[in-house]
């Protein structure tokens, strides 16, 4: 059973960074792909970032420049570095993982498995 486990929300100020982090187990590191998605307030989860089977990074246009993901495969470990943050980035931020071998990595239906999310709050 695969898990994955986000952590390193919290309250900012616009213009600040913080850095999530996606633990994940029960299966090869390297046999998923890894995404973050985020729900704002009211609106529909998005995507944000996510790594593809080649190892292809892909950004939402809306953090391309500022967030960066990462991974640890030592610690079967995912991050997002989130930079010069704004209001709009506020929201639930989640993990998930698929082990789909043809999976489009934008879609989140995609995805096996999901973190329970993590809270960013960035105020103005």
């Known amino acids: 059973q695969v898990q994955v486990a986000e952590s390193g929300g919290g309250l900012v100020q616009a213009g600040d960074s913080l850095r999530l982090s996606c633990a994940t187990s029960g299966r090869s590191f390297s046999s998923m792909i890894l995404g973050w998605f985020r729900q704002p307030p009211g609106k529909e989860r998005e995507f944000v970032a996510a790594f593809s089977w080649s190892g292809r990074l892909y950004y939402s246009d809306s953090v391309k420049g500022r967030f960066t993901i990462s991974r640890d495969s030592a610690k079967n470990t995912v991050y997002l570095q989130m930079n010069s943050l704004k209001p709009d980035d506020a929201a639930v931020y989640y993990c998930?993982?698929?082990?789909?071998?043809?999976?489009?990595?934008?879609?989140?239906?995609?995805?096996?498995?999901w973190g329970r999310g993590t809270q960013v709050t960035v105020t103005s």
């Open positions: 998930a993982a698929s082990t789909k071998l043809h999976a489009v990595v934008v879609d989140q239906l995609e995805y096996d498995y």
